[in-house]
């Protein structure tokens, strides 16, 4: 693997990711399923996995517990993934992604995740300290499990602050905001919670998310901004670039993994060094690379160069 500077992932919320397909999804009837897939999910872990994928190397850190998991674990030590375990009463989640084959649609049931006593938390914010990249990046990314207060990743930003890391945060809601507050490096908003941060109502047109992730920008809550548009493309805002991409033609089977690809190969070729109109032109592909793999697979190296060159 090439040499890069170092990338560490958080994953609060793990989840086992079964997927698996039926004809028709219906009320009341037995839903008799194909063959069933399982991945070690969650944000932060599926950057890791995305990252490895591309030729990269990063360190992961999430809370485990109960029986899914110890299968959780397992997942991951088959794919040859390094990680740092904090152990918990809990036991870890799962997510199911059933694809309808009748129709093409893919419906998603994310459960909520077990409840993280305060010494377990405190516990996942130790060992981050103790494994802080410096002088790379730190990704927060997905939700935060209940029994975990909004402001973790804001103290995550502190933290990263004073110990020259550069922070990424990819979650919703009160902890997105809470997080934006401290000030991150990057942040991966969906279009949605871009309106929400700037108190904006209705859907943001193509002038208005530039000027909504500009605004961002220039009260120091956020020095990159990153939006993916599914199938309109994706936005970056700096204080000084502004870079928007189409989404390269491709069929489409899954959606599941298509940001946390966009935003290992984002945080990878930043850390490898490469400009910021090559990171994010490797983002792009690798985010439709990944959809346009099955279930819950994540993006494939040689599809992530074939659409780099189109997108170039």
């Not at 932060?44 to 190397?57: D, E, K, M, S, W």
């Not at 209705?202 to 956020?222: M, S, Y």
């Not at 490898?272 to 959809?291: D, H, I, M, N, Y």
Request: charged residues 20%.
């Amino acid at each position: 693997m090439a040499a890069h500077a170092p990338i560490v992932t958080l994953t609060m919320n793990p989840a086992v990711d079964v997927s698996s397909s039926t004809d028709v999804v219906e009320p009341e009837h037995k839903l008799r399923c194909g063959p069933s897939r399982f991945d070690p999910g969650g944000g932060g872990v599926n950057v890791t996995r995305a990252i490895r994928n591309l030729g990269g190397n990063s360190i992961a850190i999430y809370p485990l517990g109960g029986p899914s998991g110890q299968a959780y674990r397992g997942f991951l030590e088959a794919e040859g993934i390094v990680g740092r375990v904090i152990t918990i009463a809990g036991n870890t989640r799962e997510s199911f992604t059933i694809d309808e084959l009748s129709t093409g649609r893919q419906f998603r049931f994310v459960l909520q995740g077990p409840t993280l006593r305060e010494p377990e938390w405190r516990a996942c914010l130790s060992v981050v300290g103790d494994m802080l990249p410096v002088g790379g990046y730190l990704v927060a990314s997905g939700s935060l499990p209940p029994g975990v207060p909004d402001g973790f990743y804001a103290l995550l930003a502190r933290i990263s602050a004073r110990n020259g890391v550069r922070l990424v945060v990819d979650t919703s809601g009160p902890a997105l905001a809470a997080a934006l507050e401290a000030g991150v490096f990057l942040v991966k908003p969906s279009l949605r919670e871009l309106g929400e941060l700037v108190g904006a109502d209705g859907t943001l047109d193509a002038d208005e998310q530039v000027e909504a992730a500009q605004e961002i920008v220039a009260e120091g809550r956020a020095e990159i901004v990153a939006l993916t548009l599914g199938g309109a493309g994706a936005l970056l805002v700096t204080a000084d670039e502004v870079l928007r991409l189409p989404t390269p033609r491709a069929q489409v089977k899954s959606v599941v993994g298509a940001g946390d690809s966009f935003l290992a190969a984002l945080v990878l070729r930043l850390a490898q060094g490469r400009s910021l109109a090559e990171a994010f032109r490797s983002a792009v592909a690798a985010g439709t690379a990944a959809a346009m793999a099955p279930a819950t697979e994540l993006c494939r190296a040689a599809d992530v160069a074939r659409l780099e060159a189109e997108l170039a």
